[in-house]
């Protein structure tokens, strides 16, 4: 009867849970029997410790807790006295700290914008000041109004008036369109029907019977000795003085134009050296001195000019405001690209484009400011994009107007059309005097007496679109030494003559032999130097380049005989 009760039980004991319902088994063996026992063990938790976290107003917070890793189960002491439920654990976030931000009415041009709270802690945007309802992306804005608009009809071209396209503009915003549903926007100078003589930015006109004559002048960047950095030495302030401007300078020109008669004066560029002309002086002389000769002049920027602090927007002011300077400033890359047609009797017979090929290393704070001054060397694809379009406007009313171009930094492919000279850009001391080679061309000359710095357009990207538009001739100027005007692929390359006595120029020794050098290494008792410009004549029936020369100073270079050495 003893043994049934202690089996009994033993069944009663077997599996019971104590604590967290484990059970651990042990095995008591006796001296007489051995017999299984289960003995009754408490549980004991493995705590992480979980540290307290403040509310934010996206995320809540949550109390210091514990948690058992074995029987997943949330306490609020180290000792599992107080269990809470996990919920328990966590605190409400706080409120949003939101700033109204009051909106604006919608009008015909512009969505108009919902008033808002924006959190200045999450910057999360709600549409109301409990910050219940969040506003994401367009959800703040208003649809923009309808357009009122009024119809305008074509107008044609009515002499030299240009004539206006159909469209249709908004009395309200004054945007332009080309349908009355207001679809399809467009800018007022591509509704305007130019009449041809208003394509062109400026025109020359040239009587008729008498064969045009156009004068390239280049570099002559000019040094003012009184604008020289403090530690110039004295002999660069006297090489540099403001008294000799004259002997370098104007008295050339003053020759050069006297005796050429030009009805259109070139400038290719370098009017004077930017970095010596902080004041703006300078310019402001050179400006007053071309415009006494009374005859229209057209510049370019090189990539000097634009060095000066006055700025290029200054700069381009002043060539704008002169009474007989041809200049305009546009909002393209560079500055002051522009057109300029010769006119005979009702005909358009050429058209000269000037461009800014940019490329100023050195370019002042104040010219770089503008925003579309630039340190590349090359064409904007806005610049291509605008005489592109003026150029066909223009082809189309008047198919036989021939095209020049005119910067200062010359494209790539002058190396091509100088080839035939053995013209070599990998050696960058060169001399070529086209005129006495044997294999010269009828039409070509001038000197080559250096590679070519700064080339571009390698690809011949430009050049191929420009000979697609018809060019016939293209003026450059930056390398002061190379003075050649050559004939490639039925288009003029054309180098000008440099101007002055300032900067690198070239000379020619008592053999007849050319040599470039600067103005303070000049021996004018051995040394000529070669000043000039250079003159381009046009047919006064079609504007055809009837012909071509270098005009050299009487005492610069025209009473040298180069047959000497050559």
Known sequence: MKKLFCFLLLLSCIFTFFACGETVESEIASESETMSVVESVEHVHDFAKILANDATCTKKGNVEHFYCKKCKKYYLDEGGATEIT????????????AEKITGSPATCSQAGIK???VCKVCENTFADEDCTKSLVGQDKE?????????????????GDENGMLEHWQCEECGALFLDEHAQNSVK??????????KIPDFIVDVPSGVDPVVLQLTDTQIIDGEQLPSGASSGDKTTYARSKIKDYC????????????????????????????????????????????????????????????????????????????LFKQRQLTGNGNYSVAIRQGDKLTRAFYMLDTNGCNYMSEQSFANGHTTASVG?????????????????????????????????SVFASALDKYGFNQGERDQDIYVDYLDNKADGDFGYIG?????????????????????????????EHCNSASVVYEGIRFQYGQKSSEYDR??????????????????????????????????????????????????????????????
């Open 142 to 158: 208003i649809p923009p109004l309808n357009h009122d608009l009024l119809h305008f009809a074509e107008t044609p071209v009515t």
């Open 188 to 197: 007022q100078e591509d509704l305007i029907i130019y009449t041809l003589m």
């Open 379 to 411: 064409f904007g694809d806005d610049q291509v994009e605008w005489y592109t379009k003026q150029i066909t406007m223009l082809k189309e009313s008047s198919p036989s107007t021939k095209i020049s171009f005119a910067y200062h930094i010359q494209q």
């Open 450 to 478: 250096r590679h070519m710095k700064d080339p571009w357009d390698s690809s011949r990207k430009i050049y191929n679109g420009m000979k697609a538009l018809g060019v016939d001739s293209i003026f450059v100027g930056h």
């Open 505 to 566: 120029y070239n000379v020619v020794d008592s053999s007849g032999k050319i040599a470039a050098i600067a103005v303070y290494q000049k021996d004018s008792s051995v040394q000529t130097p070669l000043v000039g410009g250079s003159v381009v004549v046009l047919s006064k029936t079609d504007g055809a380049i009837k012909d071509a020369y270098i005009y050299y100073c009487k005492n610069a270079g025209q009473n040298v005989d180069f047959s000497k050495a050559y």
């Open 250 to 325: 104007y008295d050339y020109l003053t020759e050069i134009i006297t005796e050429t008669k030009p009805h259109l004066i070139l400038i290719t560029g370098d009017l004077i050296y930017g970095k010596y002309d902080d004041s703006g002086w300078l310019l402001l002389n050179f400006i007053s001195f071309m415009d006494s000769f009374k005859i229209p002049w057209a510049p370019v920027f090189g990539n000097h000019d634009n060095e000066s602090a006055m700025g290029s927007d200054w700069q381009s002011q002043q060539l704008e405001n002169a009474e007989y300077c």
């Open 86 to 97: 996990y919920e328990q654990t966590k605190t409400d976030k706080v409120k949003h700290d």
């Open 115 to 117: 008033d808002h709270w």
